[in-house]
C-alpha cells in the first residue's frame, strides 16, 4: 500500500469519514499476504520506497497473474519483469489500463498514488542488440518516478557517437551503462563524469564472451573509480539503484542548509590603511 494511501485512510478515520471497521478492513493485507504459492509483501513500499515487483520468470502465468492482482489490489504501482510472450496477453486484458513493453520484458501500471519524479538517470546502451536489457532498466527506473534519458547504440566501436552526451554525462545523477561483447563502454563513461556509474553486462556476444561473463569481469576490473556492477542482463537492478540515487540526491539537494556561521552577515570590516608618510 502506498504511504499516501494510509495516510488518507488514518485522516479519514480521525475525521470521521472512514469507520475504524472499514479502515481495518483496508489494512487486512498488511504487512504480507498469503496467497496459494505466493507470500505478497505489501510493506515493502513503507521499508524501501517502492512495492515489491513480480520477477515473472520461471512462474506460471496464473501465479504472475494472481501475485499481480493482489499486489495492485492495495493501489500501489504495479511492475512485473521478464514478461514471456504467453503471460503478457493476460497481464493487459486483466489491466487494461497497464503497458506492456515487449522488448523490455516488462509490464507496468500506474497506482492510485503517483510516484512524485525525483532525480535524474541516464541509460546509455552500447549497441542496438543491448536494447531488452537497457529497456528493462529504462521501464524500473521510470515506474520508480525518475526522469530518464535513454541513449542506444553508443558503443566503443564509433565512440564519437558518445561526444553529443557530455552534458547528460555531468547532469545525471546517475547512470547506468549497459554493454556486451567487451564492456568497455562503462569504463570510458566512468573516465568521463563524477556521476555514478552502474554497469550492466549483458550476454550479447560470440563465443569467447562467455555469455556475459567477459564483459561481466572486464566492469568488474575497470580502473575507472566510480563503477560498480550489477549482474548479467540484470537492467531492473540497474534502473532501480540509479532511481534509488536519483530519488536520494533530490532529497539531499532540499535538505541543503548552510551553517548557521554562513548564514549570518558578517560585519564590514574598514579598509587597511596603506603605510605612508603623516602629512
Given at each position: 500500500m502506498h504511504p499516501d494511501r494510509m495516510r488518507q485512510i488514518l485522516e479519514d478515520v480521525q475525521s470521521g469519514v472512514m469507520t475504524a471497521d472499514a479502515a481495518m478492513s483496508a489494512f487486512r493485507r498488511l504487512p504480507f499476504e498469503?496467497?496459494?504459492?505466493?507470500?505478497?509483501?505489501?510493506?515493502?513500499?513503507?521499508?524501501?520506497?517502492?512495492?515489491?515487483?513480480?520477477?515473472?520468470?520461471?512462474?506460471t502465468p496464473t501465479q504472475v497473474l494472481d501475485a499481480a492482482k493482489g499486489l495492485q489490489a492495495s493501489g500501489s504501482p504495479l511492475l512485473v519483469t521478464r514478461v514471456d510472450p504467453e503471460t503478457g496477453p493476460l497481464l493487459q486484458k486483466q489491466f487494461p489500463a497497464g503497458?506492456?513493453?515487449?522488448?523490455?520484458r516488462c509490464f507496468i501500471l500506474a497506482g492510485e498514488s503517483l510516484i512524485p519524479p525525483a532525480g535524474l538517470v541516464g541509460i546509455l546502451c552500447a549497441g542496438t542488440s543491448d536494447l531488452p536489457v537497457a529497456e528493462e532498466a529504462v521501464e524500473t527506473a521510470r515506474a520508480m518516478g525518475a526522469e530518464v534519458e535513454f541513449t542506444a547504440d553508443v558503443g566503443i566501436a564509433g565512440l564519437h557517437r558518445l561526444s553529443d552526451k557530455k552534458e547528460l554525462l555531468l547532469s545525471a545523477d546517475a547512470l547506468v551503462v549497459v554493454a556486451g561483447m567487451e564492456g568497455a563502454l562503462a569504463s570510458v563513461v566512468g573516465g568521463l563524469t563524477d556521476k555514478p556509474v552502474i554497469a550492466v553486462p549483458t550476454s550479447v556476444g560470440y563465443g569467447a564472451s562467455f555469455k556475459g561473463l567477459t564483459a561481466?569481469?572486464?566492469?568488474?576490473?575497470?580502473?575507472?573509480?566510480?563503477?560498480?556492477?550489477?549482474?548479467?542482463?540484470?537492467?531492473?537492478?540497474?534502473?532501480?539503484?540509479?532511481?534509488?540515487?536519483?530519488?536520494?540526491?533530490?532529497?539531499?539537494?532540499?535538505?541543503?542548509?548552510?551553517?548557521?556561521?554562513?548564514l549570518r552577515k558578517q560585519p564590514e570590516k574598514p579598509p587597511k590603511k596603506r603605510p605612508g608618510k603623516e602629512q
Open positions: 498469503s496467497l496459494n504459492d505466493l507470500r505478497l509483501d505489501h510493506h515493502r513500499h513503507l521499508r524501501c520506497g517502492f512495492p515489491e515487483v513480480v520477477f515473472g520468470l520461471g512462474k503497458r506492456w513493453n515487449r522488448r523490455a561481466l569481469l572486464a566492469m568488474l576490473n575497470s580502473c575507472a573509480s566510480g563503477v560498480v556492477v550489477v549482474n548479467i542482463d540484470n537492467g531492473f537492478g540497474a534502473g532501480y539503484t540509479a532511481a534509488l540515487i536519483g530519488r536520494g540526491r533530490c532529497a539531499a539537494m532540499k535538505d541543503v542548509r548552510l551553517p548557521e556561521k554562513q
